[in-house]
Structure formats: C-alpha cells, structure tokens
C-alpha cells in the first residue's frame, strides 16, 4: 500500500530522472545490470579531454578574431589616412595647374608685348607639358591606390564568408566527433 500513486523506478530507464517515454510498465521490476565503473571512467575522461580541446579551440578562435579585428582597424586606419593623402594630392595637383595655367595665360599675353621673352615662353611651355606629364602619371598612381583600396575593401568583405566556412567546418567536426563518440560508446 505504501507504494500506491507512485511511479515505479524501472519508467525512468537510463535518463537518471527523467520519465520514460511510452507506456509505464508494469509488474515486477527487474534490476538491470548496472554499467562497468571502469568504462564510465573511461567515458569521463575521453569527455573531459574533449572539453579541454574544445575550450583550446575556442580559446584559439577568440584569438584569432580579435588579432583580425586588430588587422580590421589598422586596415580601415590605413584606407582613412591614404584617403586623407590622395585628397592632399590631388588638391596639390589642382593648385599647381591652375598655377601653371595661369602663369602660362599670362606669359602668353606678355609675349605678345614682349617679343624677347619668347625664349622664356617657350621654356614654360615645356613646363607646362612636363607638369602635365607628372600630373597624369600622379592621376595613374591615385588610381592604383584607388584600385588597391577597392580590392582591400572586397577582401575584408570577405572576412565573414570565411567565419561563417570556420564555423560551418568546425560544427561538422563537432558531429563527426559526436558521431564518433556513439561509437566507441556502442
């Protein structure tokens, strides 16, 4: 009588506390036999070495994002402070033309009411050209230095497809372990 409205034990199973799943049995209970210690020993510590791999990874990955979140800061410092300098340039280049242009217009006016400086024109003139020159070849560099923002900027772009490959690698190998470890159990 002592025993009524209970449940019996055998409708836990092997869940240590949790109900059985299915009919509660009933009738006499027989005890299984319980597991080897060895063996339960032996599956402790092959599930404590995994942890402490498993916290060895994560350690691993927690450093390797914050050394790329570093490279990300000093990559973007990098892109502001070579922004700032083609901005330089380019105002640099801008002021010189006009400089150039301008004292060209004028030395085009004083030939023309000063025939001796015709010499002096002429050299200016191939400043001007020279000038020139360099101007588009700085025009080629800041291109370049645009194009190799542009492929810098697509490749921290990239940055979260390879975490999400590393993520996705690192939870198969997590199922394979897991696979694993129902194996060795069975």
């Known amino acids: 009588m002592a025993g009524r409205n209970r449940i019996p034990p055998e409708a836990f199973g092997h869940q240590r506390g949790y109900l059985h799943e299915g009919p509660i049995p009933r009738g006499p209970f027989i005890q299984p036999v319980p597991p080897n210690p060895a063996v339960l020993q032996e599956e402790l510590e092959i599930q404590h070495v995994e942890l402490r791999r498993l916290l060895g990874d994560n350690r691993r990955l927690v450093e390797d994002r914050i050394a790329l ?11 502001r402070c070579m922004n700032l300098a083609i901005a330089d340039i380019r105002a640099e280049q801008e002021l010189q033309t006009r400089e150039l242009i301008e004292r060209g217009l004028k030395l085009e006016c004083d ?28 025009s080629r560099q800041v291109q370049t230095l ?17 975490r999400a490959e ?18 060795l159990v069975h």
């Open 146 to 162: 645009n194009q190799d923002i542009a492929k810098l900027q697509d490749d921290n772009g990239q940055m979260p497809v390879l």
């Open 111 to 138: 030939l023309h009411a000063i025939e001796p400086l015709k010499a002096e024109a002429a050299y200016l003139q191939g400043e001007i050209q020279r000038l020139s020159a360099i101007r588009q070849d700085l």
């Open 166 to 183: 590393i993520d996705a690698l690192h939870q198969e190998l997590l199922r394979a372990r897991f696979a694993l470890a129902i194996r």
């Open 69 to 79: 979140d570093r490279e990300l800061t000093a990559a973007k410092e990098e892109l």
